[in-house]
Structure formats: structure tokens, C-alpha cells
């Protein structure tokens, strides 16, 4: 027996359910952002936090070689070094995130 060929049922659709497709055609000129671009954007608005980054990478690589040849002494100071630049990153971070808030203005309410 073969099967019985069925029809998909008609659903009747309302604009509420369409808003969707309304929204997309008010939105197609938009340029999404890539993440290169995002980056370049984020590093332009707070370039200390990036510096304070590469500091703790810096500080966190020196100190762990210097582990590994035995000297000890100097390891300790990289690690000191790196905590340095941690609290750097994270005020330098804080900083920008308050600087940014500041910046934007208020939405008025409608």
C-alpha cells in the first residue's frame, strides 16, 4: 500500500507573529561588527589595558623561566612584578568601564 500523499495545513499568520520580518527590514543597513573590529574598537577606547596585559604576560613568562634556570631570588621579583601589573590591568580596566558609562548619555523615556 502506498502512503496517502497529505497536505501541510494553511496557518493563518498575523502581523504580531511577522514583526519579526518588519524588525529585519528596519535593521538591513546595519553593519554587524566583526571581532577584528570589535578588538581595534576595544583597544582605541582603553589602550592601558591591553599595555597591563602584555606587562602580566611579560612579568609572568620572565619569572617562570627564571624558575626553571634556578634563580630562585629573581623569580620571586617577576612574580611581585606580574601581581604589579595585574593590579594595573584591573584599575586600568575599571578606569575605562567608568569612563565609558560616563560617557554615554541617558535614554529618554518615551
Same mark, same amino acid.
Given at each position: 500500500?502506498? +502512503?496517502?500523499?497529505? #497536505? =501541510?495545513?494553511?496557518?493563518? &499568520?498575523?502581523?504580531?507573529?511577522?514583526?519579526?520580518? $518588519?524588525? %529585519?527590514?528596519?535593521?538591513?543597513?546595519?553593519?554587524?561588527?566583526?571581532?577584528?573590529?570589535?578588538?581595534?574598537?576595544?583597544?582605541?577606547?582603553?589602550?592601558?589595558? +591591553?599595555?597591563?596585559? #602584555? =606587562?602580566?604576560?611579560?612579568? &609572568?613568562?620572565?619569572?617562570?623561566?627564571?624558575?626553571? $634556570?634556578? %634563580?630562585?631570588?629573581?623569580?620571586?621579583?617577576?612574580?611581585?612584578?606580574?601581581?604589579?601589573?595585574?593590579?594595573?590591568?584591573?584599575?586600568?580596566?575599571?578606569?575605562?568601564?567608568?569612563?565609558?558609562?560616563?560617557?554615554?548619555?541617558?535614554?529618554?523615556?518615551?
Amino acid at each position: 500500500m502506498a +502512503p496517502a500523499a497529505t #497536505a =501541510a495545513p494553511v496557518v493563518d &499568520l498575523s502581523t504580531e507573529e511577522l514583526d519579526w520580518i $518588519q524588525m %529585519r527590514k528596519d535593521f538591513s543597513g546595519v553593519h554587524a561588527e566583526t571581532t577584528k573590529e570589535k578588538m581595534a574598537r576595544k583597544i582605541n577606547e582603553n589602550p592601558l589595558v +591591553p599595555i597591563g596585559c #602584555a =606587562a602580566t604576560l611579560t612579568a &609572568l613568562g620572565f619569572g617562570l623561566w627564571n624558575f626553571r $634556570q634556578g %634563580r630562585s631570588q629573581m623569580s620571586q621579583y617577576m612574580m611581585r612584578a606580574r601581581i604589579l601589573a595585574q593590579g594595573f590591568t584591573v584599575i586600568a580596566l575599571i578606569i575605562g568601564v567608568g569612563m565609558t558609562y560616563g560617557s554615554k548619555e541617558p535614554v529618554a523615556k518615551k
